[in-house]
C-alpha cells in the first residue's frame, strides 16, 4: 500500500482570528473555504511545505508552531495534515486559488461554508486555539 500524500494546511492565528480563504477554482470548489495550504513536495518537511505555500498563495511569511492533533483524508491518496501557523512579516492577499481572505474569531468561525473536508480540521483546530488552555 502506498503512503498518501500530505496536504498541509495552515491554521493561520493572529489577534485571536483564525484566517479563511475563499477557493475560486477548481469550480467545483469555488466559494467554499478552507485553511490555505497544498501540498507537501517529494522530500520536503511538511513544515517547510507549508511556509512555502503560505509565501506562495498569500505572499507572507510565515512560521510553523504545533501540529494540529489528527489528519483527514482529502481525496483519494491525499490526507490533510494541519499546523497552528503564525505570521513573521506581510499581510495576507488571495494570490493563488482565492478570491478572499476572512479573518475569523471564535464566534464567527462557523459563519463561512468550509469545504466538507477541512470542517474537522477546523473543529480540532478552534478546540486547540480557542479551548481551555488554548494557543
Known sequence: MTEPI???GAALLKDGRLL???RSAPPELAGRWELPGGKVEPGEPPEQA???????ELGVEAKSAERVPG???VGSGYVLRVW???LLSGEPRPLEDHDELRWLSADEVWD???LDQDVP???ETVRL????GGV
Open 121 to 123: 480540521a477546523v473543529m
Open 129 to 132: 486555539a480557542w479551548g481551555p
Open 84 to 86: 497552528i501557523a503564525h
Open 6 to 8: 500530505v496536504v498541509v
Open 71 to 73: 489528519e483527514w483524508p
Open 50 to 56: 507549508l511556509v512555502r505555500e503560505l509565501r506562495e
Open 112 to 114: 463561512v461554508d468550509w
Open 20 to 22: 479563511a480563504a475563499r
